[in-house]
């Protein structure tokens, strides 16, 4: 423990290297922001209560079922608030009010097809998750099968979703502290990526869980003082709030509207599966429900999360029309658009509501974000390749000290990956990932995992090839897609014309994995569709699942 | 588990109970979602008009309310369910263990 404890020392020092390198030279730079001592220094108490907690945690992570599931020891509202956190990342607390912000009410459209997804998770998932389930999704998806071509199958599409998904966060990352802070987008993505090693590498799924949850309290609590003071600068008038907004758009009623953000049928419905069955597709959440002690605990969990999430969305379009009607002053407009851009409304609306201070909480909430999301991922990822690659493909026989230990590698691999993909897509038009993220995950990960559960007729080929047929053709749709086909690579008209192309790539490999299960006729199907009651069994009652470790 | 305590289990009242109220239940709720869901992107789709309509004041359009609503309404789903479950599928499940541990 002492040797850990060193390294954790180094670590701190690593970490908090950028920050002083960066007082430096934002004094002598000219062009970028002026330093931010509230932020800067909230954010190193931040950063040192994390550490003091992954230390704390560090010390209660011994076996892998600590490393993965935090010992299977959290609670329902614990996990609720870490899966909030989870879903509430830095792209989306400034997306969706920065859209709010731009839009108007197509920005509510949108947070209500993020959030949809989540009672149907807790309908048909949470508990047999749980109840299925040890440490990753894979788990549940290759329970029956012939493991190695599920798991590969499962490893590959989770590993994707994570990498995709962190290269967004880390650009945005690198861009946002760069903004807030006046700190270089290098040293910035440094020092997230040193940051997460930390926490997942020595602290696992523990002390992941409770900077997740730290920051799900910091976030909901900026969030909401942000919209009570939005509603008291606007005498707890929504109708007030609505004609301030039109009025600083020069009478434009069009923001109480829908702008033809669904005009199209076929591309909203397309849109509306993405998010439904992309979250039930996350490995990072799916992750989540492994961490508690039982099915009870884990319905309880998505009863928070759906709560939590609703109303931060709640407040995050209270934010994004509170933004129109209050950023008004010339400091925060560079031109007429928004300094930093329209992401950045809910952070100057802060200042409008609370000074510098309150700007300086903020931005330090935003940072805190950035870390907790990046941490879960790099967890999953990492998981990806200990548990379900190294564990169960390459050396079955493999102790648990030797899977930790590979865990704990896969860490740093995952996290190097992080920072060399943050630093490389820096100047990239990194629009698609989230797109192609949550298409891959809607359309290789979800309907495997769902029909394992539910479709006693499922073979393994029929798992292998619907899996791997719609990850295949969710990359390339979105590759054919307007965003990279006209946008990026700029050829012209896309092939195919939607942006989130899931409604095609979900269909392909539901019938893929019909199709080539009923086909199946050989000794394996056999056996796989024998091993569906026993499984069932266990999914409906917990009888042989995972419990919580004794500690 | 062995394929005896696979046929008791499924001949237990309370395992089918169980499977038949929770199945259901599940079913009925996701399919409100959807259909709440779904209801309301097609009338984006379909009838835009609908959602000019001025509910209250001269700046409160009806697209408010009904977008808060359908957030409400996915909690108030995800806690229907939990209390059904609570107050059901616990005890069912505790009897099924209980017969066959």
Redesign the interface.
């Known amino acids: 423990m002492a040797q850990v404890f060193k390294y954790l020392g180094a670590f701190i020092a690593l970490a908090l290297l950028p920050v002083a390198a960066m007082a430096a030279g934002a004094i002598e730079g000219g062009e970028k922001q002026p330093v931010n001592w509230p932020a800067i220094t909230m954010f190193i108490i931040f950063v040192g209560g994390t550490l003091y907690i992954t230390y704390w945690a560090a010390q209660r992570t011994k076996s892998a079922k600590d490393f993965y599931a935090a010992g299977g020891g959290i609670t329902g509202f614990q996990n609720g608030l870490a899966l909030a956190g989870d879903y509430m990342s830095a792209a989306s607390f400034l997306g969706i009010t920065g859209m709010v912000y731009l839009k108007g009410?197509d920005g509510?459209?949108f947070?209500?097809?993020f959030?949809?997804g989540?009672?149907?998770m807790?309908?048909?998932m949470s508990?047999r998750l749980r109840n299925l389930g040890k440490f990753t999704f894979a788990d549940v998806a290759a329970y029956r099968f012939k493991q190695t071509p599920i798991r590969v199958l499962a490893a590959f599409g989770g590993i994707a979703v994570v990498i995709l998904y962190l290269i967004a966060q880390m650009v945005g990352a690198g861009k946002l502290i760069e903004l807030l802070f006046g700190l270089d987008f290098n040293y910035a993505v440094l020092l997230v990526g040193a940051l997460i090693i930390a926490y997942v590498t020595f602290g696992g799924m523990l002390a992941t869980t409770w900077v997740q949850i730290i920051k799900a309290v910091l976030l909901l609590a900026g969030a909401t003082f942000i919209a009570i003071m939005v509603m008291y600068y606007m005498d707890f008038s929504?109708?007030t709030l609505?004609?301030t907004a039109?009025e600083n758009r020069n009478g434009d009623?069009n923001i109480?509207?829908?702008g033809?953000?669904?005009?199209?049928?076929v591309n909203?419905?397309s849109l509306?599966i993405a998010l439904?069955f992309g979250t039930a597709g996350l490995p990072h959440i799916l992750m989540r429900f492994f961490t508690v002690p039982d099915?009870?605990e884990a319905?309880?969990s998505?009863?928070f999360a759906?709560?939590f999430i609703?109303y931060f969305?709640?407040l995050a379009?209270i934010i994004g029309f509170g933004a129109v009607a209050l950023v008004v002053g010339s400091e925060y407009f560079a031109g007429d658009k928004l300094v930093g851009g329209n992401n950045m409304a809910a952070i100057h609306l802060s200042h409008v509501v609370g000074g510098d201070f309150f700007l300086g909480f903020i931005s330090a909430v935003a940072f805190a974000t950035i870390l907790a999301v990046v941490s879960g991922l790099t967890l999953a990822g990492a998981s990806a390749l200990s548990h379900d690659i190294y564990a169960n493909v390459i050396n079955k026989n493999a102790t648990e000290a030797q899977e930790t230990k590979v865990a704990r590698i896969s860490t740093l691999i995952i996290g190097a990956l992080a920072i060399v993909f943050g630093i490389g897509f820096k100047d990239q038009n990194i629009a698609f990932v989230v797109a192609l993220a949550f298409t891959i995950a809607a359309s290789a990960n979800f309907p495997v995992l769902i029909m394992s559960m539910f479709w006693s007729g499922m073979t393994t080929r029929g798992a292998v090839i619907g899996g791997w047929l719609g990850l295949i053709s969710a990359v390339v749709m979105v590759v054919l897609g307007p965003v990279v086909w006209t946008q990026i690579l700029q050829m012209g008209e896309a092939i195919v014309p939607y942006k989130f192309p899931a409604l095609f790539t979900v269909a392909i490999a539901f019938v893929s994995i019909w199709f080539f299960s009923i086909t199946d006729k050989s000794a394996r199907a056999k056996e796989d569709k024998e091993g569906f009651?026993?499984q069932f069994?266990?999914s409906?009652?917990?009888?042989?699942a995972e419990s919580a470790s004794e500690h | 588990?062995d394929q005896e305590k696979?046929e008791k289990?499924?001949n237990l009242p309370e395992?089918q109970q169980?499977?038949k109220e929770?199945s259901s239940?599940?079913?009925i709720?996701?399919g409100a979602?959807?259909v709440v869901?779904?209801g309301?992107?097609?009338l984006?789709?379909?009838n835009?008009e609908f959602?000019?309509t001025i509910v209250?004041?001269?700046?409160?359009?009806i697209?408010?309310p009904l977008?808060?609503a359908?957030?409400?309404f996915?909690?108030l789903?995800?806690?229907y369910?939990?209390k059904k479950?609570?107050a059901d599928f616990?005890d069912l499940?505790a009897k099924?263990?209980k017969e066959?541990?």
């Open positions: 009410y509510l459209i947070a209500i097809g959030l949809v989540w009672p149907i807790l309908f048909l508990e929504f109708e609505f004609k039109v009623m109480l509207f829908s033809g953000f669904v005009s199209d049928p909203a419905i509306g439904m099915a009870k319905r309880k998505v009863f759906t709560g609703g969305y709640i379009f009651e026993a069994i266990r409906q009652t917990g009888i042989g | 588990m696979i289990i499924k395992y169980l499977v929770r239940l599940a079913w709720l996701s979602m959807l869901y779904y309301f992107i097609l984006l789709a379909f835009p959602f000019t209250s004041g001269e700046h409160i359009s697209g408010f977008g808060v359908i957030i409400i996915a909690f789903l995800t806690g369910y939990v479950a609570n616990d499940t099924i263990k066959v541990e």
